[in-house]
């Protein structure tokens, strides 16, 4: 458990609304990935963004630096553009299921977490759970929009290199 | 992707409200199926409602007619009929989770897209994936309640023709 | 199916904001089982809580008692102890996933359903799942807040005596 995840903040219907709108991001941001516009991925994040992909064991231990870690929207655009470039692996089908998403401050910066279910088809084959875990997010509210400051995605699941080449 | 489906409606209000609408539809359809009450199933649909089940590959092609397609809500009365009927195949557990919802347009017909995961256990075994993918969905308003003008659930996993007997 | 899980209570707008409150119980309650919090578990039911764990087939068949049963939570205190306490088997990380959920009832005991997946991963292993089921719960309002009065699980997956060891 990440420090500070476990608070609960005091106006429900206010967690309430800001819970339905960072379901409605959650949405929005999986199904960029989806159906494979990462293009798109970087413009969920704010300029300043940080995002990281880390093992539980070690998001635990206080360790959060992962194998995936980015600083700054210009590098998630240079991963996203390497990744469509490349073409390096086979190809795929991605689906996200994201659930029990919790709240856990009103105030700006907005902390929030979520679990969620990556599942992978390689072509003509069966759906198998690609990685599971939980985000850890930061948001800030730039024009209206809510938008990543930090995107720290824990897996349980575990991951060999090639499986982390996509955007969680 | 099928076309029309990355629009981002106007009134987040209008469309967060009809989200939990369609939320509370998906949890009425699927608990239909996952009990075995095939013969309600019909009843979520419109009497011209059109009913497809696609695979990813040919839904990507412009290919939308897949390997179940029924047209009007007759058909799906004998669909439902038969499948109850014959008892062709040994007996199993569905169960669906639905996550994801999306709405994409607020004027009816009402446009929206969800992300399924089906569930399968064969009696006394593991439970397994038996698909997963997307609903792409028309809702029409009917005495006040929604129901399915259109379905296609568009599916990543590889089937064989006997997986494709179920509704989904 | 269980008796009385298939009614349409009356009003929309009040069973759409208790379904929001019941999902945000949802994800308080799993996040203390998934981050390990076992010793917080019995603070999600009433003193007089039925917490059970049964086969689909068993409660299909009118057979409620299944192979966890659990009457006041002194019981469920005790069980959360000797869990937490004895650490015999492997250790392992949990994630539930919860969709799907339904308000059968509006007044008090407030009744719900659920679908739950609980996805397992064993120490530097593949994420499986461990257990597909539903959610019957019964809640009470205490000081404002919900907590469960009865939950019953009721799992598809077969599953052995090691598997129930811990809480759902």
New interface residues.
């Given amino acids: ?1 990440l420090a500070g995840y ?1 608070m609960t903040p005091p106006d ?1 219907r206010a ?2 609304e800001l ?3 960072i379901e ?1 991001f ?3 941001y ?2 960029a990935l ?2 494979g516009a990462l293009e798109e991925w970087p413009d969920f994040f704010t300029e300043d963004a940080l995002y990281r992909v880390t093992a ?2 070690n998001a635990d231990s206080g360790l959060p630096v992962g194998l995936v870690y980015a600083e700054g929207k210009a590098m998630l655009r240079d991963r996203a553009f390497a990744i469509a470039k490349t073409q390096m692996f086979a190809p795929r ?1 991605l ?8 709240v856990l401050t009103l105030a700006e910066p907005v902390r929030a ?1 979520a ?1 969620y ?1 990556l ?1 992978q ?1 390689l ?7 690609h ?4 985000y850890y997010d930061t948001f800030s509210r730039v024009d209206g929009r809510l938008l990543l400051k930090e995107r720290q995605c824990v897996y ?3 991951l060999i290199a090639n499986d982390l080449v996509y955007p969680v």
Same sequence: chains 1, 2, 3.
Avoid: F, K
């Fill in positions: 458990m476990d429900p967690v309430r819970r339905l709108e409605e959650h949405a929005a999986c199904w989806d159906r539980r064991e089908y689906q996200h299921m994201v659930s029990n998403v919790r977490q679990n279910l599942l088809t072509m003509e084959g069966p759906t198998t759970i990685q599971a875990g939980r349980d699941t575990l």
